[in-house]
T-cell receptor
Framework: KAGVTQTPRYLIKTRGQQVTLSCSPISGHRSVSWYQQTPGQGLQFLFEYFSETQRNKGNFPGRFSGRQFSNSRSEMNVSTLELGDSALYLC???????????????FGPGTRLTVT | AQSVSQHNHHVILSEAASLELGCNYSYGGTVNLFWYVQYPGQHLQLLLKYFSGDPLVKGIKGFEAEFIKSKFSFNLRKPSVQWSDTAEYFCAAVFTGGGNKLTFGTGTQLKVEL
């Protein structure tokens, strides 16, 4: 079974631009969570989607948004990029909502975003 | 506020040395605890988890962790490390009543030297 895939793997953007990252969960998994990983802050939860609905949200500004499609693929969007948004963005999938799946989730390789 | 802290940011050990990585959490209620590992160039993966019951939990690759409620701690241990254990280790928690989301510590970079 293929794992979680994320595209693109690397991205360079300029301050003020917007960016869209994509995540395809493991086949049959319907929940997707997003995390931001930075050297200073570590891993921080962004949001979780299940059945095209946002179930949970972390403490990030409204510039960070996401969505999920009927095939469970998910995208996250960051508008008006800031230098501090440079990070590794990880996606994780679960067969059911994270809490209902016994907190089981599988992580993808991440998208490395650099904002210049 | 609910939080997870890892005080050792960088640890360097020789092969066969024993390992203990500290993890503390800040929360007065029920907590579910995890250790994740990120090997160089690989995905983040689960090492072990604790929900309830026996406070000593065993995970993959010879790792174990002990939950000590009175100390709000969940330290990771391995009796004898190998070069292949070089990785970044993250402690994480789900705080009941805290929104069913993972809260991570800042990670500990472990380097095992031959």
């Amino acid at each position: 079974k293929a794992g979680v895939t994320q595209t693109p793997r690397y991205l360079i953007k300029t301050r003020g631009q917007q960016v869209t990252l994509s995540c395809s969960p493991i086949s049959g998994h319907r929940s997707v969570s997003w995390y931001q990983q930075t050297p200073g802050q570590g891993l921080q939860f962004l949001f979780e989607y299940f059945s095209e609905t946002q179930r949970n949200k972390g403490n990030f500004p409204g510039r960070f948004s996401g969505r999920q499609f009927s095939n469970s693929r998910s995208e996250m969007n960051v508008s008006t990029l800031e230098l501090g948004d440079s990070a590794l963005y990880l996606c994780a999938s679960s067969p059911r909502p994270f809490a209902e799946a016994g907190y089981e989730q599988y992580f993808g390789p991440g998208t490395r975003l650099t904002v210049t | 506020a609910q939080s997870v802290s890892q005080h050792n940011h960088h640890v360097i050990l020789s092969e066969a040395a024993s390992l203990e990585l500290g993890c503390n959490y800040s929360y007065g209620g029920t907590v579910n605890l995890f250790w994740y590992v990120q090997y160089p160039g690989q995905h983040l993966q689960l090492l072990l988890k604790y929900f309830s019951g026996d406070p000593l939990v065993k995970g993959i690759k010879g790792f174990e962790a002990e939950f000590i409620k009175s100390k709000f701690s969940f330290n990771l241990r391995k009796p004898s490390v190998q070069w292949s254990d070089t990785a970044e280790y993250f402690c994480a928690a789900v705080f009941t009543g805290g929104g069913n989301k993972l809260t991570f510590g800042t990670g500990t970079q472990l380097k095992v030297e031959l």
